[in-house]
């Protein structure tokens, strides 16, 4: 497994981003499983953001996104995507994507078995 995130940037308070992640290494592993979106500010332990079942019948967000930030995934694509909209100072950080371990999502961050390189999302008041 081989994830990369992409789609970060500079956005002004109220915008909005679009973040995916692909696999671009064995398909099977992350087509399989379920996936999630992390986030860590500078100084801070990484959090949770939100993550989406093998099928993509069932999604979990963090309580501070909810109502704002949406998960999906295309197996087909082997992509997983995070729309973010009414974005806040507060969510400026480096966003991951990972795998976890089973096809059921979970706010766990040590039950997700491969982490991708994180892309930064910075929201300018």
């Known amino acids: 497994v081989q994830l990369q995130a992409y789609g970060g940037g500079l956005v002004q308070a109220g915008g909005s981003l679009r973040l995916s992640c692909t696999d671009s290494?064995?398909?099977?592993?992350?087509?399989?499983?379920?996936m999630g979106w992390f986030r860590q500010a500078q100084g801070e332990e990484r959090e949770f953001v939100a993550a989406i079942s093998r099928t993509g019948d069932t999604t979990v967000y963090a309580d501070s996104v909810k109502g704002r930030f949406t998960i999906s995934r295309d197996n087909a694509k082997n992509t997983l995507y995070l729309q973010m909209n009414n974005l806040k100072p507060e969510d400026t950080a480096v966003y991951y994507c990972?795998?976890?371990?089973?096809?059921?999502?979970?706010?766990?961050?040590?039950?997700?078995?491969?982490w991708g390189q994180g892309t930064q999302v910075t929201v300018s008041s």
């Open positions: 290494g064995r398909k099977r592993t992350t087509s399989n499983n379920a």
């Open positions: 990972a795998t976890h371990r089973t096809p059921l999502p979970s706010r766990d961050k040590m039950s997700y078995a491969y």
